[in-house]
C-alpha cells in the first residue's frame, strides 16, 4: 500500500472509529518505506514552544520506526531568525526550494494575525503546498494563515485560546471549536498551543504509525499519552461541510 492511499485510508479509519482504531494497523505503517518529509513553517517571532513541541515529536518518530520521518524547517529566505522568545534559528531552505512534503506544519509566530497575513507570496505558496501535502497542522495562531489561505474552508478548527474570538471574526464562515486541545478534520489538524502543542503531533504520529510508536514517543518526552485523556474534537465524515 502506498503512503498516499494509506493517506485516504486512515483519514477515513480515523474520524469514522476514532485514534483507538490506530491500535490494529501499526503494522501496515511499514507497508511503505518511503520516509515521510515534515516542513515547518519558520517565520520570525514563532514561538518556542508551538515549533519545538511538533518538531521533537515528529524528530523523535526515528527513534521508535523504521523508517521515521524527515523534519526540516522553512523560511521565506535561508537567512536567520529570531523566536519571539529570543533563539536565533537557521532554516534548513526557503520557500522557492522547499521539497515536497508530506506534512505541513504551521507553528504560530508573532505576526500570524497581522503582517504576515498581508504577505501574498508566502500565502499563495502555503495554499499551494497545503492542498499537495497530505496533513496539515497548525499549532495555536497558525490556523490563521491556513484559514487566510482557504485551507480551512469546509473543516472544523481551533486555535488559540485567547484568539478565538478574533478568529471567529475574522472567518465567520468557519466552524470554530473551543475548550479542545485540537481539533482532527480529514487531513487537517489545528491545535490550541502552548504546553499543549505535543498533543496534536502525538495524534498525527498515532494515526500514521500506530498506539505504540506515539506512546513510545511519548514516554521519550515524559509524556503518558492517551488520546481519550485529552480534550480534542474528531470530525466524522458524514458531519464536516461541504463547499458550495
Avoid at 472544523?156 to 468557519?174: S, V
Wanted: with cysteine.
Amino acid at each position: 500500500m502506498t503512503r498516499l492511499l494509506m493517506f485516504c485510508w486512515l483519514t477515513t479509519l480515523t474520524a469514522c472509529a476514532g485514534p483507538q482504531a490506530t491500535e490494529t494497523r501499526a503494522a501496515g505503517a511499514s507497508d511503505d518505506d518511503r520516509v515521510l518529509t515534515v516542513g515547518f513553517l519558520l517565520l520570525e517571532g514563532v514561538y518556542n514552544s508551538e515549533l519545538a513541541a511538533p518538531f521533537d515529536v515528529f524528530h523523535h518518530t526515528v527513534f521508535h520506526t523504521q523508517p521515521g520521518m524527515r523534519v526540516l524547517t522553512i523560511g521565506r529566505t535561508r537567512r536567520p531568525i529570531r523566536s519571539f522568545e529570543g533563539l536565533t534559528i537557521t532554516p534548513d531552505t526557503d520557500l522557492a526550494h522547499a521539497p515536497h512534503l508530506d506534512i505541513l506544519v504551521i507553528p504560530s509566530a508573532e505576526h500570524n494575525m497581522d503582517s504576515d497575513l498581508e504577505d501574498s507570496r508566502l500565502l499563495k505558496w502555503l495554499k499551494q503546498r497545503g492542498q499537495q501535502a497530505g496533513y496539515l497542522l497548525s499549532v495555536c495562531d497558525g490556523a490563521f494563515l491556513l484559514a487566510e489561505a482557504g485551507l480551512l474552508d469546509g473543516h472544523q478548527c481551533t486555535t488559540f485560546p485567547g484568539d478565538l474570538e478574533a478568529f471567529r471574526q475574522r472567518y465567520p464562515h468557519l466552524e470554530v471549536i473551543q475548550d479542545v486541545s485540537f481539533v482532527a478534520d480529514g487531513n487537517t489538524i489545528t491545535g490550541a498551543g502552548g504546553a499543549l502543542s505535543y498533543d496534536p503531533a502525538l495524534y498525527l504520529a498515532e494515526v500514521l504509525y500506530g498506539n505504540e510508536v506515539a506512546r513510545g514517543i511519548g514516554k521519550g518526552l515524559v509524556l503518558d499519552w492517551n488520546v481519550q485523556q485529552v480534550r480534542h474534537h474528531i470530525t466524522p465524515p458524514d458531519s464536516r461541510k461541504r463547499l458550495p
